[in-house]
Every structure is written in structure tokens, then in C-alpha cells.
């Protein structure tokens, strides 16, 4: 269940109150003049999360395109008879709706080239890559939990599926940007070991039973990647962000990236290649699984949605 919070003109307020009295799994709606800044009257409304998308869409006309705002805030425990009669007439299941504007705030916030996004890509390469030259599967699972990829990659997918071009441009941007500022950092990271303490001997050997597998691409990774992509955008869409931990944990694009600048600086072209390629495969994988994740839930909606039209 969720609350919303309707801030419109005065003369616009039944407009609202209408809108969300129109659409099935709204309830205890209510009617306050007390806005300030923007001054106006407030609209409040529990709506079931199955159609909160359909409450967005009707309000657009009424609010959003009229200069008001609109709020949806996660409500933890909501009971009684007229809840449980929205959560009935909303189309669908709420761990099955998704809420697009939701989503695609939650991406745009995690996807900006900003200078935190750019310490923990770089924080997560560098542990990433003690764990690789010194065979450290510990390390090598604490960059990928550290690093914060998965929200540009996600951002891409939204914006290619919603159409909206700025969000996917400004995501890819920010991966374009921030992984060969990192591969550089760590490729001077190890550079600077190499020169001081000297780099282990299994690392320049090839002998690392524990974290080979982030040079070494393979059918696996493929199926990893796609796996951890789909689990990724359902744990971003359905609100159950206790999930995405095993998404990070799961798929090699910060140690890939990380041991492609330190092989590089250890005089391995080919294990910096087979890295190198690694990160890609996953990049690719992520993406395409993530799109084919949205567009299904997309047309999943349609029909609900074209399904509760024709049986009122």
C-alpha cells in the first residue's frame, strides 16, 4: 500500500479528487486546504501498489501538467475493510506492479557521474584488484558488493524502455566515464606496488585457483550475467531491494574492470584481455536482461490493465 499526496490550485482540487476517485484500488481519500509553499490545497489518497501507475496517469492531466506535485510514499502497515477492498479492486498483485515513475527516479538518482559515484568505483576496483593479485575471493566479492554499477546499467535499461533518452545517455555516460578513470587509478595503484613491495608470484604466474575466473569468460558468464541482470530489475521494480545484494555479488564487471588495469601494469596482455572482455560480456548480458525484463513487466500491465477494462 502506498500514500499519496496531491499539492494543486484551489480551483484544480475536485479535478484531483475526481482522478483519483476514477481509478480502482484508491481509498480514503481526503480533502485538506493547507498548502503552503506552493500554496493550494493537499489531496491525500492510500492507493494499492497495483495501481498507483494508473493513479499517476490519471493525475497527470489534473495536477501534474496544471504546475501541482505529486507524492507516493511507502506505507509499512495499513488495515482495515476499505484497504483491503483497494488492494481487491486493483488490477493484479502488488509484488507483480510496478510503479514506472518510481523506478525511473530510483535509477536517475543512482546514475549521475557524480564524485561519490566515482570514489566507490574506484574504492571497489582497488579492493577488487588486492583480491585478484593476492588470490583473495574475500576481497574480490567485497568490490563487487562496494561497487555501484548495477544502478547506471539499470538507469540504461529504464530509459531504452520508457523512451526516455536524457536518463540513458546520462547513465551511459557515466559508465563511459567512470570505468577507465578507475582502470587508470588502479593501473597506477599497482604500478606503485609493483615498484615498492613487488607484485606476488602466483599473480604474475597465472596461478590463482580462487579468482581466475574474472580473466577467463566463459559459457557460465554469460548465463551469470543475464541471470543477475533479471534478478536485478526485479528487485529494483518490485521494491525488494534485499535482493540486489546477490546481484552484486554475483557478476565480475568491477573485478573484471579492476584486474584489466592491474594486468596491464603486471606486463599480462592477455590476462588484461580476457578481463577486459569479461567486463563487456557481463555489461552486454546485464543490459539485454534487464530490457527484456522491462518490456515484459510493460506488457504484463497492458494486460492487466486492458483485462480489468473490459470486467469492471
Not at 499519496?4 to 484544480?12: K, Y
Not at 547506471?152 to 577507465?180: E, H, K, Q, T, Y
Not at 580473466?215 to 554469460?222: G, K, L, T, Y
Not at 580476457?274 to 494486460?303: D, E, H
Amino acid at each position: 500500500m502506498l500514500h499519496a499526496t496531491v499539492v494543486v490550485r484551489p480551483e484544480r482540487a475536485e479535478a484531483a479528487i475526481a482522478a483519483m476517485r476514477g481509478v480502482p484500488g484508491v481509498t480514503n481519500v481526503q480533502h485538506r486546504r493547507a498548502a503552503v509553499e506552493p500554496s493550494g490545497d493537499v489531496v491525500e489518497a492510500d492507493v494499492a501498489r497495483e495501481a498507483a501507475d494508473g493513479l499517476l496517469d490519471a493525475l497527470r492531466p489534473a495536477v501534474l501538467d496544471a504546475g501541482g506535485t505529486v507524492t507516493l510514499l511507502q506505507v509499512d502497515t495499513a488495515l482495515g475493510a476499505p484497504i483491503r477492498q483497494a488492494e481487491a479492486d486493483a488490477p493484479g498483485q502488488g509484488d507483480d506492479a510496478v510503479v514506472w515513475e518510481e523506478v525511473a527516479q530510483r535509477t536517475s538518482e543512482e546514475s549521475s557521474l557524480s564524485v561519490t559515484f566515482l570514489a566507490f568505483l574506484v574504492i571497489a576496483m582497488l579492493i577488487s584488484a588486492v583480491g585478484v593479485i593476492t588470490d583473495s575471493s574475500v576481497l574480490v566479492v567485497g568490490g563487487m558488493v562496494l561497487g555501484p554499477e548495477f544502478g547506471p546499467l539499470a538507469a540504461i535499461a529504464v530509459g531504452l524502455v520508457s523512451r526516455r533518452w536524457r536518463l540513458a545517455w546520462r547513465s551511459m555516460r557515466a559508465l563511459l566515464v567512470g570505468f577507465p578513470i578507475g582502470v587508470a587509478i588502479t593501473a597506477a595503484g599497482t604500478a606503485l606496488v609493483a615498484a615498492t613491495m613487488g607484485l606476488p608470484k602466483g599473480y604474475l604466474d597465472g596461478n590463482r585457483p580462487l579468482t581466475s575466473f574474472v580473466s577467463h569468460p566463459d559459457a557460465w558468464s554469460v548465463i551469470v550475467a543475464l541471470l543477475a541482470g533479471a534478478a536485478g530489475t526485479l528487485s529494483l521494480t518490485s521494491a525488494k531491494s534485499s535482493a540486489i545484494v546477490g546481484v552484486f555479488i554475483s557478476v565480475t564487471t568491477i573485478p573484471a574492470a579492476a584486474n584489466t588495469g592491474a594486468a596491464l601494469v603486471a606486463g599480462l596482455p592477455g590476462e588484461a584481455l580476457g578481463a577486459a572482455v569479461q567486463l563487456v560480456v557481463n555489461i552486454a548480458c546485464i543490459l539485454v536482461s534487464a530490457v527484456a525484463v522491462l518490456l515484459l513487466q510493460r506488457l504484463a500491465a497492458r494486460r492487466r490493465r486492458a483485462a480489468a477494462a473490459r470486467n469492471p
